[in-house]
């Protein structure tokens, strides 16, 4: 989400190489090129042109944070509401009807929320911060 996030951010200026968007998150290079490589499958960011970094596939608008998460995590949070026989009590479980409820929710918010709501939230947060140096 972060990368994602960085991205977004400078959506309308030049490529970012990998090297930079791990120094301004503080994310191993290594671990930001498997994810890229997954995001980039996922056609959610592409490389520019020349080769020289990356951006968004799309504008931040048209990104659900839907689409980035279940990139990465199951669909369901918990296993037992992904598939009926698991356990033997799945029929008569009250928790599982309401880890699903829950699930569902949270589904339905990550499909409601686009990547650009986040940028904004991030720069409102941004403007009231600021750091002092000695």
Known sequence: MRAMLE?????????????????AQGISL???????????????????????????ARPPEEIS?????????????????GKDGLCMRDSLCGARVLWSKVNTAIKRQFL????????REQKKLSKGHKMYYI
């Open 7 to 23: 991205m977004g951010v400078n959506y309308d200026r030049r490529p970012l190489l990998l090297k930079d968007l791990a120094r």
């Open 30 to 56: 290594k671990y930001l090129d498997h994810i890229f490589s997954v995001l980039k499958a996922k056609k959610l960011i592409k490389s520019s042109q020349r080769g020289k970094g990356y951006t968004l």
């Open 65 to 81: 944070l839907y689409e980035i998460v279940y990139t990465f995590e199951p669909e369901n949070l918990i296993e037992c509401i």
């Open 112 to 119: 409601e929320v686009t990547l650009a709501d986040v940028i």
